[in-house]
């Protein structure tokens, strides 16, 4: 299954009131190599921003609301490595997709999401993918719960634990063979900021007590 699947396997597997009675159509708004034309049919519901995106270009999805897009689809890289051994799981090569300079200029997807949330009223902000250890997890639940109140429930949370063990490495993640334990547990340690009164949580990656998380987001118990 390609990244374009999957993602339209999760959107697919909202309830059927957060779904357009159209087609969904996954399509790049913004593409360095095309020099930033948009590419979107009339029937598109979703529009993917590349996370390499030139900052005054992330202007045009203003204009997405008029040509009806139901979400808003982010990526997330932090640092690209110069050199990357890893294998990319969604191309037929293996090989990362994009050459030197196109895909480093990478914004941070969680503060660009925000800025979506800030620029428009209507399409739903979908990461895609948020890579869960690249991130400490109160701090995350916060700017999550964040962005949801200010997009007032818009946020789609779509998570990932990663691929690129170079980039784990040089954002000092947690161990890249740990990825997997380490995505369920600060999932879990979400739930339970976004949900309890008084939260407190004791895992093997994360632990935190007697505190208070406020305010929750505003999609109950949590957003999909």
């Known amino acids: 299954m390609n ?9 697919l597997a ?7 009675d159209r ?32 900052g005054r270009r992330v202007l045009k999805v203003a204009g997405s609301e008029t040509l009806g897009m139901d979400f808003l689809a982010v990526s997330d890289h932090l640092a690209i490595p110069h050199r990357i051994a890893s294998r990319y799981p969604y191309t037929e090569s293996g090989g990362y997709p994009g050459g030197p300079g196109e895909r480093d200029q990478c914004l941070e997807q969680l503060t660009m999401v925000t800025f ?24 995350t639940a ?6 949801d109140v200010l997009s007032r429930g818009r946020l789609v949370l ?29 999932l879990s340690a979400f739930k ?13 990656f994360c632990h935190f007590s007697d505190i208070a998380f406020e305010p929750k987001p505003v999609q109950r118990p949590y957003p999909p």
């Open 3 to 11: 990244l374009q699947a999957a993602l339209l396997t999760a959107v």
């Open 116 to 139: 979506l949330a800030g620029i428009t009223s209507l399409p739903r902000l979908l990461t895609s993918v948020m890579v869960v250890p690249y991130r400490s997890p109160v701090h």
């Open 192 to 204: 339970e900021l976004w949900t309890a009164q008084s939260p407190s949580f004791h895992g093997e």
């Open 14 to 20: 909202l309830p059927a009131a957060a779904l357009p």
């Open 158 to 186: 779509g998570c990932g634990a990663g691929w690129m063990r170079e980039e784990f490495e040089a954002v000092q993640a947690p161990p890249f063979e740990r990825r997997g334990a380490v995505t369920d547990e600060y």
């Open 142 to 147: 916060k700017v999550l719960a964040t962005i």
């Open 23 to 54: 087609p969904i159509v996954l399509h790049v708004l913004y593409n360095p190599a095309s020099g930033g034309d948009a590419r979107l049919s009339d029937n598109a519901a979703i529009t993917h921003v590349t996370n390499y995106t030139a």
